[in-house]
């Protein structure tokens, strides 16, 4: 691995933890400043290291640079010596005490207790998501507004209001409670699940799948679903889905990183130790009476997982997984979703009457998503020119070169 590479690598990988570890350390206000020194030494990394070649502790360098960065800004302003001395003397000689061994399990916590912080109820659910995407999972603008169907600038909004009430929060991450920490758990179990979800399927222009991203969810996930306060079937299903969709990830890509089709993949290459992993988790997560969406779509990929071929689906019990989904979690793109379902059941004629007097809201009909599914059933209806107009709209407003490529194999263009 080249050094830029590297740099980027511990971009993606290393961001969101120092970002955690050190605002756990220096207080939660201080994020937005945390970021600023994190980013920066990131950026010395890649002009150092470029040079000199790589220290013998790489994360221990950059933690090391970031807290000196911080360390000086914050000493810097009028009158922050005093506030320093006077609020925040035990945060300073936790971070003068520069952490010797980067224990996992000690920097995950930080993870979670900083995804927690983030969730705080003062701040608007949509601005949670934003600031946790933005601040601890390394996701850019773009991503998030592509992942959460809205705009850039709400992104930049959401993110200020966030930002804004963030500075105005005077607690240790520590200093949360336990119902705290169970009333926000659904929120973090959210964040998690888009984490997992842009790993999947991508929004990056240049990576169709981003496996880094789902490894981070996962472990994060694992950490969650062993503490107690993430001891829930909710938490449990999430972890399940997570596996089951991880077990099919080497079979989605060519050999060229182009995604392909179900039915075009190999199912050898399919990890059934981890769908069997995944099966074990949505077992466990069927103890009590909760359903989540969670649920639903851990059971969609275990009928996916279990099926010896496409033909072989049990399509009937898709279809009932995403009446269950539409029943817990109402969304139009699970409407959509079962629409496709029901097509592969019993026929493309009844897929699109499930459409037909459907009223799509503008975030999913102004999408590839809305356009690419009626293309497909018109297609299979032998409708040529309805298929042709939702074929091009598809293709325009494709989010990503690897997503266009795929409508393209997808409507036989």
């Known amino acids: 691995m080249t050094t830029p590479k590297l740099v980027e690598h511990f971009f993606r990988h290393e961001y969101g933890r120092l970002v955690a570890m050190l605002s756990c350390r220096v207080g939660v206000q201080y994020t937005e400043d945390v970021e600023d020194a994190v980013q920066s030494a990131l950026v010395t990394a890649l002009g150092s290291w470029t040079k000199s070649g790589l220290p013998d502790n790489p994360s221990a360098w950059l933690y090391r640079v970031a807290r000196n960065n911080l360390m000086s800004e914050l000493r810097q302003r009028t009158g922050r010596r005093r506030i320093l001395d006077k609020n925040f003397k035990e945060g300073i000689d936790t971070l003068d005490r520069e952490p010797e061994v980067f224990l996992e399990g000690e920097i995950c916590d930080d993870m979670l207790r900083m995804l927690f912080v983030c969730c705080d109820e003062s701040i608007p659910v949509e601005s949670q998501l934003v600031l946790a995407l933005k601040t601890l999972c390394g996701f850019d603008v773009r991503e998030i507004a592509l992942r959460l169907f809205t705009s850039e600038a709400n992104v930049y909004k959401r ?3 966030a930002r804004s009430r963030l500075r105005e929060i005077e607690f240790q991450p520590g200093d949360l409670s336990d119902e705290q920490y169970s009333s926000r758990l659904p929120a973090v179990n959210k964040i998690l699940y888009l984490l997992f979800t842009e790993g999947y399927l991508s929004s990056h222009a240049e990576m169709a799948i981003r496996r880094e991203l789902c490894g981070e969810a996962i472990r994060l996930a694992t950490i969650l679903a062993g503490h107690p306060i993430g001891h829930a079937p909710e938490t449990f299903a999430l972890r399940a889905l997570m596996h089951l969709h991880s077990a099919r990830m080497s079979a989605r890509q ?33 103890q009590g009476d909760a359903f989540s969406r969670y649920h639903a779509e ?7 997982c279990l099926a010896p071929s496409l033909e072989e689906t049990r399509w009937d019990r898709i279809v009932e997984c995403y009446e269950l989904l539409e029943h817990v979690a109402p969304s139009a793109i699970h409407t959509l979703n079962r629409a496709v379902a029901v097509s592969e059941w019993r026929g493309p004629e009844e897929g699109l009457a499930i459409l037909k007097n459907f009223e799509a809201p503008g ?29 091009d709209t598809a293709l325009k407003s494709a989010p990503t070169p690897a997503v266009e490529a795929l409508l393209k194999h997808r409507l036989q263009i």
Request: one cysteine or more; charged letters at 20%; aromatic letters at 12%.
């Open 254 to 286: 060519d050999t060229s990183g182009g995604l392909l089709l179900l039915e075009e993949q190999d199912r050898s290459l399919w990890d059934y130790r981890e769908i069997q992993v995944g099966l074990e988790w949505l077992g466990k997560s069927a």
């Open 298 to 304: 851990a059971g969609i990929a275990a009928e996916h």
């Open 363 to 391: 975030w999913l009909s102004g999408s590839y998503l809305w356009s690419a599914v009626l293309a497909y059933l018109h297609l299979r209806c032998g409708n040529t020119d309805a298929a042709d107009h939702y074929r």
């Open 159 to 161: 993110l200020a209001r």
